[in-house]
């Protein structure tokens, strides 16, 4: 099977799943920030974090790394969804809000990435 094809399987996986886990967290309630986008991006940084922690400390293959990083994590997360709500956000007067979003977005993403390197550090010592 090509890589191509694995890939677009994986991120048909990805996407179905970030479907699932948006829809369940929007099924708690409105938030007064895109919570379920929020979470899908920063869960998927942390599983970006831990390929790269394998594929660097544990010698994860690539054909791993791409399927897993490029694939599934590819069709999970969603910068372009994150942009529209913070835009729409802004456009309804709420800047102060769509600010926290795009900045605590940002933070909390890098940190997840650093987190699940970290533990993959940790984990081949």
């Not at 942390?46 to 394998?54: D, M, P, R």
């Not at 835009?87 to 800047?95: I, P, T, Y």
Request: hydrophobic share 55%; aromatic share 6%.
């Amino acid at each position: 099977m090509s890589a191509a094809l694995l890939v677009a399987l994986a991120g048909g996986v990805g996407a179905a799943t970030r479907f699932w886990v948006d829809g369940t967290i929007r099924a708690r309630g409105r938030t007064v920030l895109p919570v379920a986008t929020i979470a899908v991006n920063v869960s998927g940084s942390f599983v970006i974090g831990l390929v790269a922690g394998a594929h660097l400390y544990l010698d994860l293959p690539a054909t791993w790394q791409l399927l897993l990083a490029t694939g599934f994590c590819g069709g999970y997360t969603t910068f372009s969804a994150a942009a529209v709500e913070t835009v729409r956000l802004a456009q309804a007067g709420e800047r102060g809000r769509a600010l926290l979003s795009v900045l605590g977005t940002m933070l909390l993403t890098l940190a997840a990435v650093a987190a699940g390197t970290g533990l993959m550090a940790l984990l081949a010592r």
